[in-house]
């Protein structure tokens, strides 16, 4: 089966960093996706990755390796507006979005 | 601002009682999805259009059926709603299905009270 795992729930320090592990099992790949959604909001997208490395976006950061099913998100100068949750999605090869159930952060001063 | 919506953001109804929830781009999307999400879960396809097209997914329950009049607009219909089916409701659009680098855009859901 396909299967997306990342952990339930991460706390970190306002300044801080941050990192956000999803590993991944699926048929075929398509590229992986991260999405940032707040609690009663819907998913807003971050990044995409579909080649192996790291890619910037201002204060966050994704990287892939395919070779090991393996993605991580890293956020920088943590703020509180942060706080929310973050989903893991992969493409497979139906074009079809595979979801994490997402990681939890939780921002304390 | 080219966008997604969703109306109503807040919709109650009652067990068994049908109700429509809709989505509206101004994007010009090829691509329009349903997910059901439910706290602390990963959204949930239930189906999509592409164009005029309807995919439907294999798990997705019978009570569930949609309407796609036009480019613009996309509607969810729950035609006998259970306890069960309360959740967030999420309306996307894509430009084409099948691009590895098409990105899908989420309208700010409907959240469904079933009383």
């Known amino acids: 089966g396909q299967n997306i795992d990342q952990p339930t729930e991460m706390t970190a320090t306002e300044g801080a960093i941050v990192q956000i592990n999803c590993t991944y099992q699926t048929s075929g790949f398509n590229g992986l996706f991260w999405y940032q959604q707040h609690a009663g909001e819907a998913p807003t997208f971050l990044s995409y990755n579909v080649l192996d490395g790291l890619e910037e976006k201002g204060r966050f950061s994704s990287f892939l390796s395919r070779s090991k099913g393996y993605s991580y998100l890293l956020l920088k100068e943590l703020q509180m507006k942060d706080s929310a949750s973050y989903l893991c999605a992969v493409m497979d090869s139906n074009y079809q979005l595979i979801w994490g159930a997402g990681t939890k952060l939780i921002i304390k001063p | 601002d080219a966008m997604v919506i969703q109306n109503p953001r807040y919709q109650v109804t009652q067990f068994g009682k049908p109700v429509t929830l809709s989505c509206s781009q101004t994007?010009?999307?090829?691509?329009m999805y349903w997910y059901q999400q439910k706290s602390s879960q990963a959204p949930k396809l239930l189906f999509h259009y592409y164009d005029k097209d309807f995919n439907n997914e294999a798990d997705t329950p019978d009570n569930f059926q949609s309407r796609r009049p036009n480019t613009s607009f996309c509607f969810l219909d729950i035609r006998s709603p259970g306890l069960g089916d309360a959740a967030m409701y999420l309306c996307?659009?894509?430009?084409?299905?099948?691009?590895?680098?098409?990105?899908?855009?989420f309208g700010p859901g409907t959240r469904l009270t079933v009383l």
């Open positions: 996307a659009t894509s430009r084409h299905p099948g691009q590895g680098t098409d990105t899908q855009y």
């Open positions: 994007l010009n999307h090829n691509v």
